[in-house]
């Protein structure tokens, strides 16, 4: 059986755990926080999260966990069929993680954790954030998905990056960053009454105290 290692509060590792979930692949969840220390950097070479562990050992990187599990797994497709359909697929996850998630990340500490950020990582971040959220405009297709009607790995990533980064504008921004993109607020409407997606909120909101008293404490 397929062991995901990581935690309930990481977007990344509730991506990978949206995939199995929404192909009905039995799986074991396996807490695990990362950091430098030799046990973590035994299974995740950049000690991060999350790791999904195989008959034939362990892989990271969020991106390459969830084709693995694409190319092997039974279950709901999640890539569309054709090469080139794929490839689009593939496109918008990139353009999602980094030119959305990875902006509204440089402000999670002030949105989420009562930390403050510079204002000239602020400032960057926000134009890079705006600009992505107006590529992802123009290339997706949002008919109701992000790809077409079929949902694919691209909703894996636009389900768990564009949240925060919604939440990134509000709270650090003071801004609807969605306000002339209601397919985007559409979407993730939507996906708030998947099953799987209130399991996976469910899971994070029950380990939240433990990880910001560990976030407080620096203890892992």
């Known amino acids: 059986m397929l062991k995901l290692h990581g935690f309930a509060v990481s977007n990344y590792y509730n991506m990978v755990k949206l995939a199995l ?38 892989l990271s990187e969020t991106n390459l966990i969830l084709d693995y599990i694409e190319q092997t797994q039974p279950g709901k497709a999640l890539l569309p069929e054709g090469v080139f359909a794929q490839a689009k697929v593939r496109e918008l996850a990139k353009e999602i993680e ?22 000239a990582i602020k400032q960057k971040a926000k134009a890079e954030l705006l600009a992505g959220l107006a590529a992802l405009k ?3 297709a949002f008919a109701p ?13 636009f389900c768990y990056s564009v949240d925060l980064a919604y939440a990134v504008g509000k ?3 003071d801004m609807d960053v969605l306000a002339d993109f209601p397919q985007a607020k559409a979407l993730l409407e939507h996906f708030k009454q998947n ?4 399991r996976n909120a469910a899971d994070k909101e ?12 620096g203890k892992r």
């Open 195 to 198: 099953p799987n997606v209130q």
């Open 98 to 119: 980094l030119y959305i998630e990875l902006p509204a990340r440089a402000c999670y500490p002030e949105a989420f954790f009562g930390a403050q950020v510079d204002p």
């Open 145 to 157: 998905y992000v790809a077409g009607e079929q949902m694919t790995l691209a909703d894996i990533l």
């Open 138 to 140: 123009r290339n997706g």
């Open 21 to 58: 979930l929404e192909k009905g692949v039995p799986f074991e969840e396996v807490l695990f926080f990362g950091g430098p220390g030799p046990a973590s950097l035994k299974i995740s070479p950049c000690g991060k999260v999350p790791v999904l562990e195989t008959e034939h050992g362990f």
């Open 206 to 217: 029950a380990q939240m105290p433990a990880f910001l008293e560990m976030v407080r404490t």
């Open 171 to 173: 709270k650090v921004f």
